[in-house]
């Protein structure tokens, strides 16, 4: 079992910047790849970027493509998404999730965080 627990997420002005981590408990990150998600209010969770498991491969939806960056640290279990020039419509839920090996752009991931919220201010 992994469990992930995502922080930073908050309230910020369009424009401005957030940093989500993503900290995971109960085995190595090292043999999975790892994704983010959003959801937004009445809407399905959409992918937003992943990570291979050794980091040598990112991906990001385009809509996020050029604002946001996803790093991994496999030494401190963590995950780690830099989302700068952020506009309204990035306001959402953000999930983290882990998946054994392969890395994916739906949602069939293994493991899932709790969430964190982000709101981007107009």
């Known amino acids: 079992q992994v469990q992930l627990v995502e922080s930073g997420g908050g309230l910020v002005q369009a424009g401005g910047s957030l940093r989500l981590s993503c900290a995971a408990s109960?085995?190595?990150?090292?043999?999975?790849?790892m994704g983010w998600f959003r959801q937004a209010p009445g809407k399905e969770r959409d992918f937003v970027a992943a990570i291979s498991y050794s980091g040598g491969s990112t991906y990001y939806a385009d809509s996020v493509k050029g604002r946001f960056t996803i790093s991994r640290d496999n030494a401190k279990n963590t995950v780690v998404l830099q989302m700068n020039s952020l506009k309204p419509e990035d306001t959402a839920v953000y999930y983290c999730a882990a998946r054994f090996r392969m890395v994916v752009t739906t949602t069939r991931y293994d493991y899932w965080g709790q969430g964190t919220q982000v709101t981007v201010s107009s």
């Open positions: 109960g085995r190595t990150l090292s043999s999975y790849a």
